[in-house]
Structures are given as C-alpha cells and as structure tokens.
C-alpha cells in the first residue's frame, strides 16, 4: 500500500486531499496544528473508507521535534504533499507597511518547513521513486496589491521545487496552483466579503489525484489543466 | 540490434477495412495508453485523447497524402511505386497479383523495361534490395499515379477500398506510397476538442515508403521535410515542460532525424533504444507486426516488459492491427 503525508489536513484542501488520496487507496499520516480537529478529520476519513489507514499526528510543521514525529510515523514514504500554509499578515498589508515578524513567520511555514520536511524524507522517496506536491498560488508570479508577502513566500517554493525537480531526478517534483477555493484562508483574505462562488476544494481532487496516479513530469501544473471542464 | 516484442497476431485481429465499414466513426477506434512512469496499460476510445493529454503539450503530425501507388502492369504484375529518389528515380516493388492483394517478387522481364498501362515505360535501372528495384519512369510520376494507379493493399484488406479511406485529415502533400496511418482516427471535432483544452499541433511532411510489411527490414530511406516553425515549438515545448507527442512512426523519425542533422532531405535515421530520443517525448502509433523494425523503434519509448505488457494487453482485448485498426498512445 502506498503512503501519502499531508501536512494542514484538517481543513481546507489538505482535508479534501486527505479524503481523496484515502479513497485512492493510500495509506495515511496527517498533520495540523489542531489536534482535535486532526482527530475528527481521521474520524471521518475511516468512516467514509472502512479499513483507511490514518494516522493523525498533531503538531506546528515549523517545530523541528513534530517534524522529526512526522518522520517517525511515517518511514517509508511515496508521496510528500506540503500543503500547510499561511497568508501571513491578514487582512493583507501592503509592502510598505508589512510587519517583518509576520513575514518571517511565513517564510518558516511556507519554505523553510516544506524544506525541512523534504530534506528528512528525500532518502525514503528516492528509495522508492516517490514524489513531492507542493501547493502554491497564482500569487507567486502575479503582482496582487496585498498580496507581496504570501507572493513572495509562495515564489520561494515554487523555484525551491524547480530547482529540486533539476536536482533529484529519481522521484517527482509538482508544485501546483489549485486556484481560488472557498477556504478558511481565502475568506481571511477577503474578510467579510462573500466568497460563495469559488469552488469547492474537493473540485480539485481529481486533479491532484490524476498528476499522482499518472506520475507525470515534474514541473508546475495548474490544477484546471489537470481535468478538463 | 535491439530485442524485439514477438507475438502471434491471430488473423481476426487484422482489420480488413476503415472502421466506417464496421460501423464506427473515424474517430470511434479503440485506444491503449501506456505509461512508462507507471508502467500501467488502460483501455480508452481515441475520442478520450484531448482529455488525456495536457495543456501545453504539442502534437505533431504528418501532412503527407496517400497516393494510388499501386499501378497494374498486367495480368501476372503489379508494380508499387515506393519512394523518390533525390535523383528523379523511384525504389519501385514489382508483386505478383492475388486476389485482392499482391506478394512480393513479381517477374522483372528483360530487358528490364515494364509496359505500364497508358503506354508508358518503367525502366529498371538495378535491384536496391532483393525485393526494390530502382527505376525511371517515362512521364512524371505523381500525375501518372494519381491517373492510373490505386492504393497499396496487402491481403488482409477485405476487398479494394477507395483513395480517399486511406487519407488522414491532415493529408496535404502528396507523395506516401502508403498511409501514415497513426493520424487516421483524428476528426475536426477532436482537433477542435484539443484546441479548446490549449494542445497544438503542428505539422512535418515525411513521405512513407512501402512497408517492410513482409520482411524484417528496416525502413529505406524517405523524404522528410520539418518546417522552422515547428522546430521552434518543439523546442519550446521540451523547455516549458510539455510533451512532444509525435503522431505516427514517421513522425518521430522525421523529428528524431532534424534533431540529429538538417531539416529536410532524405533520411535513413533508423530510430530505436539504441540510438533513444532526442526530441519526441511520446507517441501515438498503430499496433505493429510482429518482429517489425517497428517494434525496435517503440522500444526507444518503453522498457521492454511494459511494451510486451501492452502488446499482450492488445491481442488478449482483440485490438485491431494495420493501417484501419486501434492505436496506441505511448506515455513517458
């Protein structure tokens, strides 16, 4: 049985990710800061999937030591999805008057963990050709007024994800843009404004599912291209 | 030489005629997808391809038309005109008729000089191969076969089907002794569907000869033409992180060839594991002979356990062979 990590599973699209790839018949270790909320999530995925194996493992993906649990709970591993996230500040700043702190907080959650988490598990996947998937945003390439300091985070992995697809050949390397969802961190984004209209984040599942299950090249994807209206 | 897949092809699984004679559309043939990544084999209709391919991904595809290149020299020769030759000549195949069809190595009178209908004369100028012969003819050729001749057919064709069933949509150039039948199943409405999901086709001209259909040859030497345009665009698709998935045997050996050297002229590239892939990522390709040097060159696409996999898969799901059956897409 194949096993998928999935950082930030607890709500969101690695909630819908987690449901998914458990229907796809992956084996489970899921990870949020929310321990309750995680263990409701495992709840619902064993339900929806008798016999899924789950494993929720709560925890900050910035704390060097639940990192280090990941590890453990997992071993070896064939799918890395680095899916945790943060906007940053919110409501968003602009440049000018960004706190630093807030932006140092998102390079920790939004780089330096996804690095910290492929540089423990690279040895596992290279062993058995796996693959990383790491989500990014439209926002790392378009200039949104607002939007500088998740941009610029979300930017630094994607070309950490370039440049990790050059250098590790053995296993795949996605980074995709799921586009506008209705999440908790799109509606932080525009707070009190009805955000009803964008999709579900289970729509994108079949995308993400069919770039695993067909292993295509590594490379950035959106996931609309992935299946076709 | 490279190992090739071997098989037996049960005689019900050649398809005798354009799946319109069975009923189906053009773009209603079977489809096997194979992927190399995954070494796995699903079963699809042609009509799934723009949703099995990505954005961005670029098809190329062959413009060369089908001609009658079959021309009856009498009741115990017909001769197949097979490839020009950068001197004016053309290899030519003198069969001996029979029933629908023909076999090889018709008799080659002498003084070597065929009366062909119209009353003009074919002159043999020296054997090529033990089955090829080159040869002058005594008028331009292409006018001359579009009046006289009719299209190649072997004996598994049900009876003598008409020009146009052996042309592809994107048949412009005249000039292939036999249909570069990988193109066959495209219609409007899947090139329109392909369109709309952002693939593009592009186009190469490479004029197929006669096949090495019953011998284990390799492929002569064919004119092959790959524009600038679509060199620039396979280059930007390999660099953008595309496929180039080229459309039919011909296609890669066109595109492989102006990787290697120019690009137009007469190739004698023989692309297989052995010499791999410089510009094609992917490819859609009928199912082929046993045995076939074109067998060696899909071995430059797959491992050989998956390509044995896909080719158990299609004699055991009663895939249909030849230039009107099923197709297959081979995914890196």
Known sequence: MKKALITGASRGLGRALADGLAAAGYALVIDARDAGALAATASAIRAAEPGADVTAVPGDVTDPAHRSALHQAAGRLDLLVNNASTLGAAPLPALADYPLGELRAAFEVNVLAPVALVQLFLPALRERGGAVLNITSDAAAEPYSGWGGYGAVKAALEQASNVLAAEEPAIRVWWVDPGDLRTDMHQAAFPGEDISDRPLPSSVVPALVRLVEERLPSGRYLAADLVPA | ?332
């Open chain 2, 1 to 332: 030489m490279t190992a090739t897949v071997d098989f037996a092809l049960p005689a019900e699984l050649e398809a005798p005629g354009p799946p319109e004679s069975r009923g189906l559309p053009r773009d209603g043939v079977r489809m096997l997808v194979s992927r190399a990544a995954t070494g796995t084999v699903a079963h699809h209709r042609f009509t799934d391809l723009p949703g099995l391919l990505l954005p961005g991904d670029l098809l190329v595809v062959n413009t060369s038309r089908t001609l009658p290149a079959a021309v009856p020299a009498g009741p115990g020769l017909v001769v197949h005109f097979g490839t020009a030759l950068p001197d004016g000549t053309w290899l030519v195949e003198p069969r001996i008729p029979a029933g629908q069809s023909s076999i090889p190595n018709g008799p080659v009178p002498p003084p070597r000089t065929i009366p062909l209908p119209g009353g003009v004369e074919l002159a043999l100028t020296g054997r090529a191969t033990a089955r090829l012969w080159h040869a002058r003819l005594s008028v331009a050729v292409l006018p001359y076969l579009l009046r006289y001749g009719e299209p190649i057919r072997y004996s598994y064709a049900a009876r003598s089907w008409p020009l146009e069933a052996y042309q592809t949509v994107f048949g412009r150039h005249q000039g292939s002794a036999e249909m570069p039948s990988a193109a066959r199943p495209f219609s409007t409405s899947v090139v329109t569907e392909l369109a709309t999901r952002g693939v593009t086709i592009v186009p190469v001209r490479l004029h197929c000869g006669v096949s090495s259909l019953e011998a284990d040859e390799d492929p002569y030497p064919e004119q092959y033409d790959v524009p600038p345009a679509t060199a620039r665009l396979v280059d930007l698709t390999r660099r953008s992180g595309g496929r180039v998935i080229a459309v039919g045997t011909t296609v890669v050996r066109a595109l492989e060839t102006a990787a290697r050297a120019r690009q137009a002229g007469w190739t004698s590239l023989v692309v297989t594991e052995d010499t791999g892939l410089l510009a094609v990522d992917a490819l859609l390709t009928g199912l082929h002979e046993p045995r076939s040097s074109h067998l060696r060159l899909l071995a430059a696409f797959h491992e050989p356990g998956l390509l044995a996999a896909c080719y158990e898969a299609a004699v055991s799901r009663g895939y249909l062979w030849h230039e009107f059956g099923d197709v297959h897409l081979m995914l890196p």
